[in-house]
């Protein structure tokens, strides 16, 4: 396990800024025109509507489930859209020689990101379950007597 500190979180950065540059270096030489077009649209698309649509739904989360739950939802509800994201095309079947190219049906994704999605809901309840039992206070007896011990 990398120690806490600035340089291990410096080498990641590093890191992750040398393949970002790599990726971008590979996409731009082949299709320089539709990438460039593709990351304006997709950043608008994501500053102007993707970021009020999930504030407001974020915001609604907190005021019905408060502040301490919102994170049992917010996790799997992110990963599940992540997730939707990445495959949509399967997901939602929009895909046309995907099965005689791979030889695998295309129609089994939905089933299995609806399974997923569950799954990470049930693990995140089960999370906050033993959270709030290892959290409860338990009590042995009779609450103890306000003011100074007894003396004797």
């Known amino acids: 396990m990398l120690a806490p500190g600035p340089l291990p979180t410096l080498v990641l950065l590093l890191a992750s800024f040398a393949l970002t540059g790599y990726a971008a270096v590979r996409l731009f030489d082949k299709h320089p025109l539709a990438v460039a077009l593709w990351l304006v649209a997709a950043a608008i698309l994501h500053d102007l509507a993707l970021v009020p649509l999930y504030s407001l739904a974020d915001r609604g989360a907190r005021r019905v489930l408060g502040p301490r739950l919102v994170n049992y939802v917010r996790f799997p509800a992110v990963v599940s859209g992540l997730l939707l994201l990445v495959y949509f095309p399967l997901i939602l079947r929009q895909v046309g020689r995907y099965e005689r190219v791979t030889g695998l ?48």
Not at 110 to 118: E, N
Not at 119 to 136: D, H, M, P
């Open 105 to 152: 049906p295309a129609d089994a994704y939905l089933y299995r990101w609806l399974l997923i999605t569950a799954g990470l809901f049930a693990a995140s309840a089960l999370v906050l379950a033993a959270r709030r039992t290892v959290a409860r206070p338990r009590s042995s007896g009779p609450p103890p007597a306000s003011g100074p011990p007894p003396r004797t």
